[in-house]
């Protein structure tokens, strides 16, 4: 039997949870951190399509589905396929919002990962993804500063 992981991160914000939850799910706040192009209904049942365009043709990324959990500024969840695009690795991405003493607590918890074959880069790679991304949605909200097309040569909105 496959032990299954979990990719768990948290990061503290200075801003509010009604500033991280609107980054975390409108169109026009996710190009600003994390996204190239995306499109975002949240709600329960509504669709998303996020798009990754880099300088290197060969790092785009786009995943797409429906939001399975939409609670206003507390919770966020939807599915996620791991890996290369068509692999069929499904797992689930859960983020939790709550007020901390420092402004909000963010909670990762990306599960479903198996172990072995590409299941072990696709996790150390998304572990690595979420890590840069969530940093850089700490700096965009806290100082407004976005590091993506300087860091990682990924195409923005400004590039």
């Known amino acids: 039997m496959t032990e299954e992981r979990t990719i768990q991160q948290n990061y503290t914000i200075a801003s509010s ?17 994390w996204t190239t192009r995306n499109q975002s209904r949240a709600e329960i049942g509504g669709a998303y399509e ?13 995943q797409a589905g429906n ?4 609670v ?3 919770k966020i969840s939807y599915p996620w396929e791991a890996g290369n695009e068509g692999q069929g690795h499904n797992t689930v991405v859960e983020l939790r919002i709550s007020t901390a003493a420092e402004g909000t607590l963010l909670e990762l918890e990306h599960s479903g990962y198996k172990s072995g074959g590409d299941w072990d880069q696709a996790y150390e790679m998304t572990a690595q ?4 991304f969530l940093n850089n949605l700490k700096s965009f909200l806290e100082k407004g500063e976005d590091n993506r097309a300087s860091a990682m040569g990924q195409k923005t909105m400004t590039s």
Do not use: C, H, M
């Not at 996020?50 to 786009?62: L, R, V």
């Not at 993804?129 to 840069?132: K, N, R, S, V």
């Open 50 to 62: 996020y798009i990754w365009e880099f300088n290197d043709p060969n790092q785009n990324g786009k």
């Open 67 to 70: 939001y399975s959990v939409i």
């Open 72 to 74: 206003p500024n507390e």
């Open 17 to 33: 949870p009604e500033e991280v939850f609107k980054a975390l799910t409108d169109s026009k706040e996710l190009n600003r951190w």
């Open 129 to 132: 993804a979420w890590g840069f």
